[in-house]
């Protein structure tokens, strides 16, 4: 059975990010705009209290607490994270995720705008690794 695609919900991204203080407010939009141009199938919306990026295209059923769509979730308490709640099945060559969680989530720490620079083509590909793994 295949779930139905969510939409993304931009708007409600969009009034978050611009309550944001800078130079906090510009980094992760800026981290928005790379994820967003990464692959089209990649929706947003605030979950867990901050933006968060989702696969939309169709995808095998499967349990709604096992959040297989989530991508990505920031956590911006007092610093940018990037959660990547099932990065572990990635095979990640560029070295960029880091942790080793016993529920699979792996980080990426970006402290400012020069460091989304250096890591945002490993963002990228690890992404597009993500999503060459998802069931259909």
Known sequence: MIKPAPKSNTEQV???????????????????????????????EIKWNAPSFLYTGEMKSFEPKEYKRYIIVMNLHKRIL??????AKVADTTGLLT?????????????DMDDLKIKEAGIRKVILDWLALVEK
């Open 99 to 111: 942790g080793d969680y016993a529920d699979g989530r792996r980080l990426v720490y970006i402290k």
């Open 82 to 87: 990037l959660v990547f709640p099932s990065g």
């Open 14 to 44: 969009t009034e978050y990010i611009q309550k944001l203080d800078n130079p906090t407010r510009e980094i992760v939009e800026a981290i928005r705009q790379t994820v967003l141009s990464t692959h089209a199938e990649i929706g947003e």
